[in-house]
């Protein structure tokens, strides 16, 4: 269904006559840049006027990751201070609700908006902002800038469709395999992970019913990195590998429980308390080991090197609801 108009209507300036950007409105939020850094400004519930400075490169990665996951599972703060919450229908947006000290000082600001509003509205910012020379969704040493003047656009970047596979990936009428003839090359990182697909012998009549492909060849073909895919989905249980390289540009608060394998090199996270921010633990993941993300905490991941993670998210669209009443746990497992 079609979002209506006034709703997908997107309010900026003209672009600056110097830096060549557009300045963009989303209810009281405003949002500038310029050559280094994004500025959002609000004003709080007594009418002071704020203002937050990010830098522009890692605004720009965190924007990418909340438009191209459709906001995703509850929290995506693009660092302690802005950030959005999903509800699924609205999303909020918001500056220093989340940061314990902001809150209690009463300069904090959240305002809900319809999907279709602020998807438009980031959607407009992300083209507008991004140069054609930066790929907020590659890792450092794969693109170049995000700093400078206005310099042309990188929407074919910007608006890659994410690989969602509806059984899993190569069966037949699904997502397909990555491969060279499709633009996927093999990652610099992963220049030794081999190739070969595994043989099937499916009875007859089970030839789209018995199924195997190789991950670690699909994965080490990933022209983006922090964006998980489904490679697999069963009901409501989504496997989503993802490949990693520098830092998690968001710090994901959970609205469920999320379970990490690391399947090759380490991820380091700084977790902490999914309101406040207060930190609460600092892991180190190394190949071969689990952990998984309660549903009262936010996390960011750091990358040493190009690694493989893989992420099982319960995608249920009720389990919000039923964590919020209290009918399912915020914790993974209890002994």
């Known amino acids: 269904m079609n979002a209506p108009a006034e709703l997908a209507k997107v ?95 009463g300069i904090d600001l959240l305002e809900n908006f319809p999907t279709a509003q602020i998807r438009a509205t980031f959607e407009a910012m992300l083209d507008d902002w991004t140069n054609e020379t930066f790929d907020p969704f590659s890792a450092p040493q794969e693109t170049g800038t995000p700093y400078g003047r206005k310099n042309g656009n990188n929407t074919a970047k910007i608006t890659r469709a994410r690989e969602l596979a509806t059984r899993c990936v190569g069966l037949k009428g699904d997502l397909n395999l990555r491969s060279d003839a499709t633009g996927a090359k093999i990652n610099r990182a992963f220049a030794d992970v081999p190739q070969e697909q595994p043989e099937l012998h499916p009875e007859p009549g089970f030839e789209n019913e018995v199924h195997a492909f190789n991950l670690f060849g699909f994965l080490s073909r990933s022209q983006v990195t922090w964006n998980p895919s489904f490679t697999s989905v069963v009901k409501h249980s989504f496997m989503c590998p993802t490949t990693e390289e520098h830092i998690l540009p968001i710090i994901h608060g959970n609205d469920r429980v999320e379970w990490f394998f690391q399947m090759t090199d380490e991820i380091h996270w700084d977790c902490g308390d999914k309101n406040t921010g207060k930190p609460m633990a600092r892991v180190i993941m190394k190949a071969g080991d689990m952990s998984a993300m309660p549903a009262y905490c936010r996390h960011q991941g750091f990358s040493p090197k190009r690694s493989m993670l893989l992420v099982w998210e319960n995608g249920s669209p009720t389990l919000v609801y039923e964590i919020q009443k209290g009918e399912s746990p915020e914790i993974p497992v209890q002994f």
């Open 11 to 105: 309010i900026a300036s003209q672009p600056d006559v110097s830096l060549g950007y557009k300045d963009f409105s989303l209810g009281s939020f405003g949002f500038r840049r310029d050559e280094y850094f994004a500025h959002i400004t609000w004003k709080t519930r007594d009418g002071r006027p704020m203002s937050h400075t990010l830098d522009v490169g890692n605004y720009l990665r965190a924007l990418m990751r909340d438009v191209a996951w459709g906001f995703f599972y509850g929290w995506v703060n693009f660092d302690d201070v802005i950030g959005t919450v999903n509800h699924y229908q609205s999303v909020d947006m918001y500056a220093g609700s989340y940061n314990g000290t902001m809150k209690e000082a």
